[in-house]
């Protein structure tokens, strides 16, 4: 099993930066890629960004544009941690942030209890 627990979400005003962190427990020695989704209120729950252990990233194509710019994802694998560092965030932003992770030889995914992320003046 692994567990993941999210922090860094909150409200800000447009413009403003939030950097989320999700760090994981348990059976971590085999953890390869850990990403960050969003779900927005009625909308379905669309990738981020990911990252792989040796620290390729991607970001989703309706993102790119402006998320290479003004978001970036890192990890630590030291510290079994992934980062999501947003700058310039926009109303359109607002949603719950889940970080997922795919563990072992199978990809197993786990993710995250999700983190309210809420841009608003």
């Known amino acids: 099993q692994v567990q993941l627990v999210e922090s860094g979400g909150g409200l800000v005003q447009p413009g403003g930066s939030l950097r989320l962190s999700c760090a994981a427990s348990?059976?971590?020695?085999?953890?390869?890629?850990m990403g960050w989704y969003r779900q927005a209120p009625g909308k379905e729950r669309e990738l981020v960004a990911s990252i792989t252990s040796s620290g390729t990233t991607n970001y989703a194509d309706s993102v790119k544009g402006r998320f290479t710019i003004s978001f970036t994802i890192s990890r630590d694998n030291a510290k079994n941690t992934v980062y999501l560092q947003m700058n310039s965030l926009k109303p359109e932003d607002t949603a719950v942030y889940y970080c997922k992770v795919l563990y072992g030889s199978s990809n197993r995914p786990y993710w995250g209890q999700g983190t309210q992320v809420t841009v608003s003046s």
């Open positions: 348990g059976r971590i020695f085999n953890i390869n890629a």
